[in-house]
């Protein structure tokens, strides 16, 4: 058993103690942690993604902290500012939530863009700039945002520029009807399940399990299938924009983390068929009239990777 399949396990259960099924959207969102990327939760309200987000910051012994987004949110709100102090005659910084290790930024798409660039340049290059002086974040340095699809008032387009610095989007889904009752049942206490959620892994081994998950060997086969589904997105025809090489190198480090957590220390073309919809879905622009014929970014991946043949694959000893 691998070092990062250990951490993972830790996590992953403690985790389990709060949000109730859904397993491999944590490892996915673990794959994102270990790949140093970022993850977009888009989901409707009241399906955990703020509770998944906490408990997976307490059991990781991150730093966190939540930023809720309004209209009214300044980008010094997100980076911090600096602050005259009269007893010294001179400025001192004090830093925002974003410079935190793990950030919840819950409902994005409510901030403004002004204050959406400036967490741009965070996640971009995991640094913020406040007033001409550049503060750098230590790794790892790890954002899940959250977005509500289905409702637009008081809401701003997230640019895609900003979609493009997510390594995933993830869906959790409304839970089975079993993990409903168990979620429902939980609830016979007053104080917060999540709140009981101890750290089970350090900030150390975190970042050990990061320079490993870029090790991990990926196949000449896994790789030329990966570039056939990008291909494919940039060929289409009811497509304006594909998968540009950005969003190639993200599903490239995903697997690679992914394959760790789950034992391997190999990545299979399965690995990339699971990857390609998350890693995919926010980076494809589609032409205006596919648009109006109904098509969706999701259908078309969807479509491409059951069109694409997945390649005969020996595992690697």
């Not at 939760?41 to 966190?64: I, M, N, R, W, Y």
């Not at 992914?258 to 919809?277: C, H, M, N, Q, S």
Request: with cysteine; proline share 6%; hydrophobic share 40%.
């Amino acid at each position: 058993m691998n070092n990062v399949n250990e951490v993972s396990e830790k996590i992953l259960n403690a985790v389990k103690e709060v949000f109730k099924g859904k397993e491999q959207i944590i490892e996915m969102i673990l794959a994102g942690l270990f790949a140093g990327g970022h993850v977009l939760l888009e989901d409707v309200p009241g399906t955990g993604k703020t509770v998944l987000a906490k408990a997976l910051a307490k059991a990781s012994g991150l730093d966190f902290a939540r930023i809720q987004c309004t209209p009214d949110l300044m980008p010094s709100d997100v980076t911090g500012s600096s602050v005259w102090l009269p007893s010294s005659q001179t400025f001192e910084f004090r830093p925002g939530p974003v410079l935190n290790s793990l950030v919840l930024v819950d409902e994005l798409n409510r901030a403004t863009p002004r204050t959406q660039s400036a967490l741009l340049e965070a996640m971009a290059e995991s640094q913020v700039s406040v007033d001409g002086i550049i503060h750098k974040i230590e790794k790892p340095f790890f954002v899940i945002a959250t977005e509500n699809p289905v409702e637009s008032e008081g809401t701003f387009p997230l640019p895609e520029a900003q979609k493009d610095r997510f390594m995933l989007t993830l869906s959790i889904g409304y839970p089975s009807e079993a993990e409903e009752a168990e979620i429902i049942t939980s609830q016979r206490t007053t104080v917060h399940p999540v709140e009981n959620v101890v750290a089970v892994t350090s900030r150390e081994e975190i970042l050990q399990c990061m320079e490993k998950a870029v090790q991990t060997y990926v196949d000449d086969s896994v790789v030329q299938y990966l570039i056939e589904l990008v291909r494919h997105t940039r060929n289409d025809d009811r497509v304006l924009a594909g998968i540009s090489p950005r969003g190639s190198i993200a599903i490239y480090k995903a697997v690679q983390s992914y394959a760790l957590i789950k034992g391997r220390d190999y990545v299979t073309p399965e690995d990339v068929k699971l990857f390609a919809l998350p890693v995919f879905r926010k980076r494809l622009i589609l032409k205006g009239e596919a648009l109006v014929k109904g098509y969706s970014a999701e259908g078309i991946i969807r479509e491409i990777i059951e069109k694409v043949p997945v390649p005969a694959f020996k595992a690697h000893v």
